[in-house]
């Protein structure tokens, strides 16, 4: 994945999720989503992240026509540690991201043990006894999943 690749020019990519096929959410006159949840490290702040994420969705060939609109990719920061944050262009943790299957999903599959950092509820017990769109796992990137344990330890170590 092309994105993938760029995010690893800003940061050290530790997981990836599935792929999870998902119905469009708001505008729905547009095919469905393919969308994967990337665990990363960076010594970037949010807003400097944010920026990088921005620039990559540019060059990949995204236009903000309207909100929802179809697009070729979409990069969100849906979590930033243990961060709260509400600032002009950037809320963390994601301000929606409990109410769309397609970020709980993949974020599960991660890491079944995460806690939202305001609520201190299991992202997995979110995703139990809520009612989302429509999200089917539909396969691996094959080239992530190899990686994908080995870099999980290594950003999981204490210091890093």
Known sequence: MAALAML???AQVAAVSSIYETEPVGYADQPDFWNVVAQIGTSLPPSALL????????????ERSFRNA??????DILLYGDVVLDVAGLSLPHPRMTERAFVLKPLVELNASLRHP??????????????????????LLAAENAENIAARDELDRPGS
């Open 8 to 10: 690893r020019g800003i």
């Open 51 to 62: 920026e990088e994420l921005i620039g990559i969705e540019q060059r990949m060939g995204r």
């Open 70 to 75: 179809p697009r070729v990719i979409d990069l």
């Open 118 to 139: 305001v609520s201190d509820v299991l992202f997995s017990d979110l995703l139990a006894r809520g009612t989302f769109e429509r999200a089917e796992r539909i396969g």
